[in-house]
């Protein structure tokens, strides 16, 4: 679904990103772990272009997206993103929230994207707040939406960056059990946390990304029961 070859971002001199190789498949839920500053959000914008590469290529089923003659956009549709921060739109409801880009973009009418987003809601297990703001909503509660939000465009991989770093704590197991669902109807999934649990239980495989490159992956079981790399084994002391 995924293919990356010999991805670099460098800003300015400041290289960030320093040759990143990697092929994700459908239905696998890729985990990424690693130190602060170590390039995790930049190697997830860089698969929908949020940010622009300044090397290597991305391709994106079976189309280049880091080729400028094709549409970005048309690809990007495809790809969900969840943030750390939520960014919903606090001036629209919720339900103006997961309706926006479809109806914006054409591709559901006002009547079809009021259905999706009241499906979505219940899927989510929100299906009063359509008519809520934001701001009325706990911090879970506003990832959840985001979360439908991001479905809305029926994606075909779903891209997460933190999504419960900005969490309280007793609202953290709601969003993951949300990621665990999706997982396990079938979602291809690209997730950076520090939820060690739920990499050992959903990942398929995890990646530990250091100083701009991933400097190991394995399955699960092999990346946290035997560690090799020095840095990835002190990583995992400081984690675990
Ligand atoms: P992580 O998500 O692993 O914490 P980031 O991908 O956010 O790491 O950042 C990696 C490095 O790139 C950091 O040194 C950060 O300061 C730098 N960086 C990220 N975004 C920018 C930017 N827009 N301009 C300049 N430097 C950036
Ligand atoms: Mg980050």
New binding site residues.
Partial sequence: MIDVKKLEKA?GS?C?LKGIDEHIEKGEKVVII?P????????LRCLNLLEQPTGGTITFEGVDITDPKNDINKMRQKMGMVFQQFNLFPHLTVKENIKLAPVKLGLMSQEEADKRALELLARVGLPDKANAYPKQLSGGQQQRIAIARALAMNPDVMLFDEPTSALDPEMVGEVLNLMKELADEGMTMVV?THEMGFARSVATRVLF?DGGVIAEQNDPETFFQNPQHPRLKEFLSQVL
């Fill in positions: 800003y400041h960030v690693g602060s500053g170590s390039g995790k959000s930049t190697f950076v990304m």
